[in-house]
């Protein structure tokens, strides 16, 4: 088996994912190499990208939605979670148009990729106002469900004449730039369909779990203060603003006011308690996809996905 040298972790430059860049330079300071540091990051810019990536081994861990990560496991991507990196965070977008759940009928919906939570999120959605789904095997088909990489969602609806998109649901801050002035509105957050539903996790390839143990240990550490010094941001702003603020702009790109409007108008949430891998919660998403859904096969075995000791770890030192 080959060793790795170091770890190798994909991301999106997504408000769900600022814990890691939060968690940096803590492991970079605690690990005692401020020039080479065995943690590499990569933006990635679709769900497809990472999912490819983490396959062939060009990244060896990554920040990724529970709901692919699942799907990866199961056609045998040797893979395990080792958090949850946070809760919630969504929003659904509509266009002006939609005054009611009806008013989606003949219209397409646009989600990040057919494997993500917000998928599920959306299916809740229509459900409950009774549509039905195109692509499902149902008769009178009448929503349809478009994977779009969330940066180029804005882009698909400013270029829509014929105003066939009825919405879209991302991750902040996707969506945040020049909504009201294309015709669009804020629905909701994706709390107010699942309350702390689940997100993006932390995975690595299993070999890390042998190669990488102590780093992999630090870096859990890390991502665990990172997510109290985010929750605490996020009920006092005035704690250390400078430095999210700072840490936005470099690892995501983001002015220090889209941070901050990004999180406080998402419905995320950090609390340590809720990154806990927790199988209930995976069997919940799982259930969905295969029963509801049918996007998932029958059988499903995650036996050996969670790796939660990381994380027990972390927080019984605290």
């Known amino acids: 088996m080959e060793v790795a040298l170091s770890i190798r972790i994909g991301h999106f430059s997504s408000i769900d994912h600022l814990i890691l860049g939060c968690a940096l330079p803590c492991y970079i300071q605690r690990k005692g190499s401020s020039t080479n540091t065995d943690v590499i990051t990569f933006s990635m810019h679709s769900w497809e990208q990472l999912d490819k990536g983490l396959s062939s081994g060009d990244i060896n861990a990554a920040f990724m939605d529970i709901a692919q990560a699942i799907y990866l496991f199961d056609k045998g991507v040797t893979i395990s979670m080792l958090m949850f990196t946070h809760r919630a965070g969504s929003r659904i977008i509509v266009s002006e148009q939609i005054q009611k759940l009806t008013d989606f009928k003949g219209k397409s919906v646009l989600i990040p990729h057919r494997f993500s939570i917000q998928h599920i999120l959306v299916h809740r959605l229509l459900n409950a106002g009774k549509l039905k789904i195109a ?10 469900i478009e994977s779009v990489p969330c940066a180029l969602m804005p882009e698909m609806v400013n270029s829509d004449p014929d105003c066939d998109i009825a919405a879209f649901i991302c991750p902040a801050p996707f969506g945040d730039a020049g909504v009201e002035e294309n015709g669009f509105k804020h629905l909701l957050i994706s709390r107010d369909l699942w309350k702390n539903h689940p997100g993006s996790v932390f995975v690595v390839h299993q070999n890390l779990l042998k190669t990488k143990k102590e780093s992999l240990a ?48 998402s419905g995320i949430t950090y609390s340590p308690e809720f990154l806990v891998p927790d199988m209930e919660i995976l069997n919940i998403v799982l259930d969905y996809m295969h029963t509801t859904m049918a996007a998932m096969p029958a059988g499903t075995d995650l036996s050996g996905f969670i790796r939660p000791e990381f994380i027990h770890t972390a927080l019984s030192e605290k």
Do not use: H, W
Request: charged share 20%; with cysteine.
């Open 135 to 144: 692509g499902l095997g149902k008769s009178g088909k009448s929503v349809y």
């Open 218 to 265: 630090l870096i859990v550490g890390c991502l665990v203060d990172s997510a109290r010094q985010l929750d605490q941001y996020m009920s006092s702003p005035d704690t250390a603003e400078k430095d999210i603020k700072s840490i936005a702009a470099s690892f995501l790109n983001l002015s220090g006011e889209q941070a901050q409007r990004a999180l406080k108008t």
